[in-house]
């Protein structure tokens, strides 16, 4: 390009001429996206369009074989509301109609766009209706003096949670600083709001600020709220867990509710083939690295069978992704905790079924973007992973120090292993290196 096309080109730009062929060449397949997101989105599109009624079915078929009598099966939207928090139809529509949701739990707000057009997120956003002027002070803050009871008794609640400061307000007053003056049965009435219907405790559960006030709901539940909410989770658990919001929600209820409800929201996270997107999910790994940390490993041992299946490359697509990788670092760590002597026996059996699979792909991982992590935290964790650590060097690292040490990712699980490794394989390691340097024929060459 000589200097006046650029000069022109340049011009063009600055006064928005160019902006068709920017937008033409953003429309171009793979522009601006890597490989990863891709599959990643792909994943996420499959997941999201497959049925879940057979994962639905599952969690209904372990709830139910255990003693307690809570019975999880396919009912109606009607039929998961518990008596206790019977709400009508018209009151329902009522609510949502009056934030622009329907009960499908799709925003509506303003009029709507022409065929083939839907309205940007930012236009949603804005549309929703802000707090009414006289719960407001002069700076458009909650009035100090606004009390629980009159939001609930004007029915704002699902307004308020959906609102930054009418957040707070309630977070605050439900159980919290200014909780001492609230009476008993108010917050009963806040709870009846909340966990009344399913599309109304899904509404909630996915916006940006009422999932904060839904978490302290959860947290502050009596055996009987744990009970609808465990129905409730269970009911939309994919959309759940990829949700930025609900995801937060399905953390705190596996963290804080019953042992039997949350095993029960275990049961209901989807298996085989649709595994891989909630793994690799920029929210959903964080549901699954929650389940890991938290629940016993029976309940998850599902993840290992996953990862270690020889008809498929599941642990390397894993490992080999941003958020994936994130998740089998977290196995490997739970697995290794000797600090816990529950089911030691079964954490040592697990750990050798995963290890052995990842010394199979080991140079494949070592050299990954994001797999390489992985092996750097298995070199660099002593104890029961000194073993392995010392295997790794042996069959993966040694003999293709050179090639590797190389590598832009390599070469950093190298280091590390230079780093941890135990004086014998150090002394290999040293040989190796020395004895296959070439030195350049001429010697040292001054280029400057």
């Known amino acids: 390009m000589d200097r006046d096309t650029f000069s022109n080109s340049r011009r063009a730009r600055h006064f928005g001429r160019s902006t068709q062929n920017f937008s033409s060449s953003i429309n171009q397949p793979g522009y601006g996206r890597s490989d990863n997101y891709n599959h990643r989105k792909n994943l996420r599109e499959a997941y999201l369009n497959e049925n879940n009624s057979a994962d639905f079915h599952n969690a209904s078929s372990f709830f139910g074989s255990t003693k307690s009598n809570i019975n999880i099966q396919r009912k109606t939207p009607d039929a998961m509301i518990h008596p206790f928090f019977e709400e009508s139809s018209s009151d329902l529509s009522f609510h949502l109609s009056g934030l622009g949701i329907d009960e499908n739990n799709n925003r509506r707000m303003g009029t709507s766009t022409s065929s083939g057009q839907t309205e940007s997120k930012y236009l949603k956003a804005n549309r929703l209706p802000s707090l009414p002027t006289w719960a407001l002070d002069e700076n458009r803050e909650i009035r100090s003096d606004l009390t629980l009871r009159k939001v609930v008794d004007e029915g704002l609640v699902l307004m308020f949670s959906m609102d930054k400061s009418g957040c707070h307000f309630l977070q605050s007053n439900y159980y919290g600083e200014n909780t001492q003056n609230v009476e008993p049965y108010i917050r009963d009435r806040v709870s009846r709001e909340v966990l009344g219907n399913k599309e ?39 959309a759940l867990c990829l949700d930025k919001s609900a995801c937060r929600v399905v953390q705190t209820a596996l963290e804080t509710l019953d042992p039997i409800y949350g095993d029960a929201i275990v049961a209901a996270i989807p298996r085989k083939n649709r595994l891989m997107a909630i793994c690799t999910d920029q929210n959903a790994n964080h549901v699954i690295q929650k389940i890991i940390k938290k629940m016993a490993l029976p309940r998850w041992e599902f993840l290992i069978t996953y990862l270690c299946k020889t008809e498929h490359d599941n642990l390397l697509d894993i490992c080999q992704d941003k958020y994936g990788c994130r998740v089998v670092q977290t196995i490997v760590e739970v697995l290794a905790d000797d600090t816990d002597k529950c089911n030691i026996e079964e954490k040592a059996r697990c750990l050798r079924r995963l290890m052995s699979k990842i010394l199979m792909k080991c140079q ?50 190298i280091e590390r292993a230079f780093v941890y490794a135990p004086l014998p394989h150090i002394a290999e390691m040293m040989e190796e290196i020395f004895d296959g340097y070439v030195p350049h024929p001429y010697g040292f060459v001054d280029n400057y």
Not at 225 to 233: K, N
Not at 389 to 398: F, H, Q
Not at 399 to 412: F, N
Request: charged fraction near 20%.
């Open 364 to 413: 494949k991982l070592a050299s990954n973007e994001f797999a390489n992590y992985v092996i750097q935290h298995i070199i660099e964790t002593p104890g029961v992973l000194s073993p392995y650590r010392n295997a790794i060097i042996e069959t993966c690292l040694l003999r293709s120090l050179l090639s590797m040490s190389q590598e832009k990712y390599a070469s950093h699980v």
């Open 200 to 238: 109304v405790f899904l509404t909630i559960c996915k916006n940006i600020f009422g999932n904060f006030f839904l978490q302290r709901v959860i947290e502050f539940s009596n055996h009987e709220e744990q009970e609808i909410i465990m129905r409730y989770i269970v009911s939309d658990i994919s």
